[in-house]
């Protein structure tokens, strides 16, 4: 089954009346681990505690949970919960959010549409991976209604919105912290799982701020994620992308961290594109080199996301602006409704599947 | 005296063998709150809790210890603990920092070096306060040795920064959070205080890296704020500059929060710099209202800068590469040394002063 013991996604749920603590999902059920494992690291309404402790811990954890749902399932049997009877919470406590913008087609439509006429993609493109902090207050979990943003939208307006968007993305979820001045070790000895990531963002907004300092209240009023954060683990990895030119020493892959990873991103039910996570240009093993290069610490609970997912071929691409090409070509909906950004009343949800396994949704609905 | 009954900042102290806790600064000694006042909230590690209290509570307590420090002194006496005992740490825990880029002469300064030849002021620039995210995992206190960065320079070119630079700042310091969707209310209902900030920048970094989605490692490996948080209450407040054109109607001024605040930069103890506050174009509610317009909400310990002070004057620029204009007039100091940039062992420390009020420093030597 796609929720199996090879998937084992973790996640902090809640029963009415009792208080957030930390799960396994398998099948239509969450396991209930400070019981089920005797550890009370799990009773903390976070993943936090239990990704500080590293590797090593996170391995072992999960063999163990693994030998019990195959082993005599009458003793883990009362520790399973039924998933309609759970709230499903942020799963982590952010620290430092940062987004990068790592897909060569993405950013090439983007430079399209916002600087026409010039060179789609800037000079430091393809010498690293371009990223910036967001911010970590406003990351919620899935199911949070997402308010339409007011603000600036060109000089002398001012309103409601009128080019909202999303963004298809996977976030990375950092367990072990670094030292201030000393750049993160191997990826797998820090990452601990990946989510799915909607980086809200809000066009006519973002325009109108974004130079020279980068997106600011274009994307701060809501940034959504999966409830289920899948274990590094869990995921089919692949070689990353050919890079041309080759990167610097510090960004060189050291192992291979592409992933096979295939999305699907629905409109009120619909999908409406199916970004490749394998076409990303930049790995999350170079973003997390390039973030620590300058000595900047890691701490637990820092996430970082990949930016828009977006493949070459059409209907890959993983925002509105580029599906509808800012609005000039609005997507034709199967029931004859038109869409070029989306409406007060839309859901947007983005799914995620690898190999055997399903990473859930994200989804938000805008009011 | 400088430290008296009428500033009253707080911070966070420690005794040696003894937790961090809350205190307040009165002359060249430290009130111990929690048993002076009886009250728990002082036994945290961080301002958080008790910033979370609100405004009436803020003013409420600021009164009591004024009363306390001005009645019987046999009373207080036991718990004002020499400040040379005492190491100071993080006031508080940062949720979001955001830096903003509020002075005229700052803008203009860097336009006209970044992109000469272009007009300096970005269109958007008179119309709202520009804004980023920074990173909060690697704001330190004043004293923590600032290690300088590595990273990409330019294309093809990586190695230690050569174009080390300091910003001083003021940073505004959130106590009463906000709820997601809901702009903040008025200034004083959620800021608590105010601090010193120097926002070290790699201008090399920062050159290469920050089109389009601005400046990131950069400014990420260190940001020093000063120990003492001054409460508003001990503020000088006077209108702010005059604006042209006229903001937009949620960035309308209700009261004056322009700030008297004199600041001076020193590298190793000789004064290099007189930066004004009063000079600032943005003041610091019109920060608050644009970065909440959107909905993004507010939390307790949420911090946000001006951005770099500088004045029109000659000798006013808060930060180096303003100064010597990019390293192409290096100041001549008093030793008969030049500098164009921070050097190894350079110590860097940003005073404030206001009308018979300190504000401390922040200080920090490259190593």
New interface residues.
Partial sequence: MTWGVDNLPYGVFSCPGERPRVGVRYGDKVLDLAPALHDEVFAAPTLNPFMARGRAAWHDTRTLIQNKLTGDVSVTEAHLVPLDQVRLHLPFEV??Y?DF?CSLEHASNI?QI?RPGTEPL???WR??P?????????V?VSG?PV?R????LG??T?GPCQKLDMEAELGFVVGVPTA??SPAGAFEDHVFGVTLVNDWS?RD?QS??????????AK???TSISPWVTPLEALPRIPGRLQDPEP???LRRQADWGLDIALEVLLNGEVVSRPPYSAMYWTPDQMLA??T???????TG?LFASGTISGAERGEQGSFIELTWNGTDPLKLAGGETRAFLQDGDTVTIRATAAGLTMGEVSGTVG
Same sequence: chains 1, 2.
């Fill in positions: 620290a430092d940062v913008y430079g916002f800037q000079p430091n010498h690293l371009v990223g910036y902090h967001g911010r970590s207050g406003t919620v949070t308010r943003p007011q603000g600036q000089k002398g001012f201030m001045g809000a907004i109108w701020e974004y130079v020279p300092l980068g997106p600011f209240l701060s009023f809501a610097a020493g510090y390039h973030m290069v300058n000595g900047a610490r890691l701490r820092d």
